[in-house]
């Protein structure tokens, strides 16, 4: 099965700043990535899928990219919303879907 | 507005059963593979289960394969988790989630577009 790590696994930032959270997976997964923002005590909301297509209704201060084994999250300027956890999660053909461990994204 | 509403999480004994289900509205249902994923409070997400839209292929994660099973009522715009022999590592919030599968891919190379609000499962003595 495909193993799926995120850095950081925490993130200190200031509304204003860019930030790119880090994903990489075990084997190619080609752009089968997605990513998904969660806010205590709520369901994950999804950002991005096929590792750069934003999700209708997402700010387009997010950004995906990368393809193969290594994927980048940006946020080009923090807002106060933004301060959540983030997940990426795999869903190439050869292995059962899985997620990274998160990134949380805490205000400095 | 697309809705997912779970239901039947609680407090169950180990070895004991439970049944989730997950009303779905605003949009056709039988449209989408519909999956499961579970969350231990505090820690990540952990793919379970995935039906396609027809509910004739199933896919489950290793550690709930043979215990749990998934199924869908199509009729009744719903999706079910059957959850049997329960221990302490099932214990989760239980979300159900919308999936969404790109063109000339597998039904279950899915991300989740729509997620329900999550039901707890409590598996306790």
């Known amino acids: 099965d495909i193993q799926m790590t995120q850095s950081p696994s925490t993130l200190s930032a200031s509304v204003g700043d860019r930030v790119t959270i880090t994903c990489r997976a075990s084997q190619t997964i080609s752009n089968w990535l997605a990513w998904y923002q969660q806010k205590p005590g709520k369901a994950p909301t999804l950002l991005i899928h096929r590792a750069s297509n934003l999700q209708s209704g997402v700010p387009s201060r997010f950004s995906g990219s990368g393809s193969g084994t290594e994927f980048t999250l940006t946020i080009s300027s923090l807002q106060p919303d933004d301060f959540a956890t983030y997940y990426c999660q795999q869903y190439n053909s050869y292995s059962p879907v899985s997620f990274g461990p998160g990134t949380k994204l805490e205000i400095k | 507005e697309v809705q997912l509403v779970e239901s039947g999480g609680g407090v169950v004994r180990p070895g004991g059963s439970l049944r989730l289900s997950c009303a779905a509205s605003?949009?056709?249902?039988?449209?989408?593979?519909m999956s499961w994923v579970r969350q231990v409070p505090g820690k990540g997400l952990e793919w379970v289960s995935t039906?396609?839209?027809?509910?004739?292929?199933?896919y489950y994660a290793d550690s709930v394969k043979g215990r749990f099973t998934i199924s869908r009522d199509n009729a009744k715009n719903s999706l079910y988790l059957q959850m049997n022999s329960l221990g302490a590592e099932d214990t989760a919030f239980y979300y159900c989630?919308?999936?969404?599968?790109?063109?000339?891919?597998?039904?279950?190379?899915?991300?989740?577009?729509?997620w329900g609000q999550g039901t707890l499962v409590t598996v306790s003595s």
């Open positions: 989630a919308r999936g969404r599968s790109a063109p000339g891919s597998s039904w279950y190379q899915t991300w989740f577009d729509s």
């Open positions: 039906i396609n839209w027809k509910g004739i292929h199933t």
């Open positions: 605003g949009f056709t249902f039988d449209d989408y593979g």
